[in-house]
T-cell receptor, first 113, second 116 residues
Framework: DVKVTQSSRYLVKRTGEKVFLECVQD?????MFWYRQDPGLGLRLIYF???????EKGDIPEGYSVSREKKERFSLILESASTNQTSMYLC????????????FGPGTRLTVT | TQLLEQSPQFLSIQEGENLTVYCNSS?????LQWYRQEPGEGPVLLVT?????EVKKLKRLTFQFGDARKDSSLHITAAQPGDTGLYLC????????????????FGQGTILTVHP
């Protein structure tokens, strides 16, 4: 059974803190993605990675960075958390070829106070 | 500008009713996927359509890809409370060149509530 796991389901952080969200997939997928999901705004792509150490900006990369040191792990970093980064964060992976079907983790609901 | 327009945004119906969700674009897609997301969980892939005019069935769910590959629909027959959730369409825009790296364009979603 394919699996994408995220390090936390719920997280509460203070403004200015550095926040790490981790995602691990066991499907040997080359592509990995980080989204945020907000009511009325749908899924918005923050960053994606198509290979180890490779990363590309998505639609809303400001205030975020990513790290992919191993194929199975993709980390999202909030350098200095702000209240407008309170959101649901979703990680996904997909194979390099074929239909690019994405497999999502359960999400991390982050609250920044 | 939203590349994939989903309608309706909200749908509240009684158990046993039929419904259709639409996903429209002015762009051509090489493939289109439908996902369902339950509250507090990540989206789960339901189906992928690839060929223009393709129809796929998953129990009471029927998915159709438009002939020109610019639109898709999801029809649910005899909806049940277990169908409640957020339905998302997503696709890969067909490009003459370049690599998409599997980057999907998502619609804004349809929140479906089926009342017992």
């Amino acid at each position: 059974d394919v699996k994408v796991t995220q390090s936390s389901r719920y997280l509460v952080k203070r403004t200015g803190e550095k926040v790490f969200l981790e995602c691990v997939q066991d499907m040997d997928h080359e592509n990995m993605f980080w989204y945020r999901q907000d009511p009325g705004l749908g899924l918005r792509l923050i960053y994606f990675s198509y290979d180890v150490k490779m990363k590309e900006k998505g639609d809303i990369p400001e205030g975020y960075s990513v790290s992919r040191e191993k194929k199975e792990r993709f980390s999202l970093i909030l350098e200095s958390a702000s209240t407008n980064q309170t959101s649901m964060y979703l990680c996904a992976s997909s194979p390099r070829d074929g239909l690019y079907e994405q497999y999502f983790g359960p999400g991390t609901r982050l609250t920044v106070t | 500008t939203q590349l994939l327009e989903q309608s309706p945004q909200f749908l509240s119906i009684q158990e046993g009713e039929n419904l259709t969700v639409y996903c429209n674009s002015s762009s051509v897609f090489s493939s289109l996927q439908w996902y369902r997301q339950e509250p507090g969980e990540g989206p789960v892939l339901l189906v992928t359509v690839v060929t223009g005019g393709e129809v796929k069935k998953l129990k009471r769910l029927t998915f159709q890809f438009g002939d020109a590959r610019k639109d898709s629909s999801l029809h649910i027959t005899a909806a049940q409370p277990g169908d409640t959730g957020l339905y998302l369409c997503a696709g890969i825009v067909s490009n003459a060149g370049g690599t998409s790296y599997g980057k999907l364009t998502f619609g804004q979603g349809t929140i479906l509530t089926v009342h017992p």
